[in-house]
């Protein structure tokens, strides 16, 4: 297993790879390459998510504000809202709309 150093240089690596350059790879080295960039982008995702709740509510941004940041644009409100939601049940809370 790649350690978490070796996982984000593959995962950076592949951001630089034609689709191409993709299928001229081994099997084996396919396989190293899926891996580690699916851990680095499990690991952002759950940033994005902690991120979204913070400026949210440590900076009191307005959804379309953090619309504009997770998508560049304001009016994805429903994407700033569900990553929010997944930010709070990440972090062990239930999100207002899911409470009984």
């Known amino acids: 297993m790649a350690t978490n150093e070796e996982q984000r240089a593959l995962a950076l690596r592949v951001l630089d790879l034609s689709d191409e350059d993709l299928e001229a790879m081994d099997g084996f080295e396919r ?54 939601n997944a930010g709070l049940r990440q972090g062990g809370r239930i999100p207002q709309e899911e409470e009984s």
């Open 31 to 84: 396989a190293k390459v899926l891996r580690a960039t699916a851990a680095v982008t499990a690991r952002l995702t759950r940033q994005v998510r902690h991120l979204t709740v913070l400026v949210r509510e440590e900076d009191n941004m307005t959804w379309g504000t953090v619309s504009s940041l997770l998508t560049g644009g304001p009016h994805a409100r429903s994407t700033a809202r569900s990553t929010y």
